[in-house]
């Protein structure tokens, strides 16, 4: 059987539906995914502000390998995750839902597939303050990773 579905063919609906730069999110979800090379935990958000985005989602990846740790650690402490589990080098995906924090988003083309790269992090008490510094377009130079 076959159906129409307008718009199938357009690549339109792809830029429009690209989500860049900083956001307001809340943790929908959270998977574990092994891979012999690669492990990550892939992670949906719920975007909550800027308001035209609102309801939102966007997806990512978060490495677990040792070279990426660092950036899945970052995630975590930004976003409030229970220190004690981190002690314990425990993720609990039960306990990433429902999580708050900023995201700097990008999307990366490769081999002709695009991603959503998770560039940076921030606790949600600083959204304040990386709003107004990605609408004004100045940003400090204390540091290249932070948002």
């Not at 100045?138 to 990773?145: A, E, L, N, V």
Request: aromatic share 10%; charged share 30%; net charge neutral.
């Amino acid at each position: 059987m076959k159906r129409h579905i307008p718009g199938l063919h357009s690549r339109q609906q792809d830029r429009e539906s690209a989500l860049e730069g900083p956001y307001l999110v809340r943790v929908e979800a959270a998977w574990y995914r092994w891979h012999p090379q690669k492990p990550f935990l892939s992670v949906r958000f719920v975007v909550l502000e800027p308001e035209p985005f609102a309801a939102r989602s966007l997806s990512g990846r978060l490495y677990c390998t040792e070279r990426a740790l660092w950036k899945l650690n970052w995630f975590l402490r930004d976003f409030g995750y229970d220190p004690d589990l981190l002690s314990r080098d425990q993720v609990d995906e039960k306990a990433l839902a429902g999580l708050r924090g900023v995201v700097r988003t990008s999307r990366v083309t490769l081999n002709g597939q695009s991603f959503q790269n998770l560039e940076a992090f921030a606790p949600a008490a600083d959204w304040d303050e990386v709003s107004c510094e990605a609408a004004g377009g100045t940003r400090d130079q204390r540091s290249g990773d932070d948002l």
